[in-house]
């Protein structure tokens, strides 16, 4: 089992556009494959922070259509960390939390039932879970973008010596890097 942050940034190592938008995202080709879906077959829990899921509930219209949610997600149980008070999707599995991960992650590792658990991002988010020592891999898709400024991949200095390159392939335009990430010392 590994906690794992699967996410695509540009080259200039941004996820999100400063006005939070992924419209850069959808514009580079992927060259017929979709390595989401393996991945996510492979996944027993998740988590994302609340700019992901306003911005899912925002460009997907997730509330009024919960198949949005419901065809990618099943019923694989989420984390929503938040310091507000959200709406849920209709017949999503959603748990809303705020505050320390590690109690979080524990509760995470129990409903993954031995597989994978994913951090969506945001980037903040997945810093506090490296922080703790909770992060085992990092899968970026790579994208021919670059935006400037914006959301950072991970806004924390980790040095080299936590990263070892452990794959690295063409898919599409993308590049897929994977990294296994060691514990803070």
Do not use: C
């Not at 694989?76 to 979080?104: K, M, Q, Y």
Request: no cysteine.
């Amino acid at each position: 089992m590994k906690t794992q942050y699967y996410t695509a940034t540009t080259i200039d190592g941004f996820i999100a556009d400063e006005h939070n938008s992924l419209d850069w995202l959808f514009e580079v080709d992927e060259g017929g494959e979709n390595p989401f879906a393996e991945f996510f077959a492979g996944i027993g829990a998740f988590a994302m922070g609340s700019t992901t899921y306003e911005w899912i509930l925002a460009h997907e219209g997730a509330l009024e259509h919960p198949e949005k949610w419901i065809e990618p997600y099943g019923d694989t149980p989420a984390w929503i960390f938040s310091s507000r008070e959200l709406p849920a999707i209709p017949g999503a599995n959603l748990h809303f939390v705020r505050g320390d991960v590690a109690p979080v992650h524990a509760e995470m590792v129990t409903a993954a039932q031995g597989k994978n658990i994913w951090l969506v991002g945001g980037g903040e988010l997945v810093a506090r879970f490296a922080d703790e020592g909770l992060l085992d891999e990092v899968i970026l898709g790579v994208a021919p973008v670059s935006l400037g400024k914006g959301a950072p991949v991970l806004p924390r200095r980790i040095t080299s010596s936590r990263f070892t390159l452990t794959g690295a392939r063409p898919i599409g335009q993308f590049a897929y890097l994977t990294y296994d990430v060691s514990k803070p010392s």
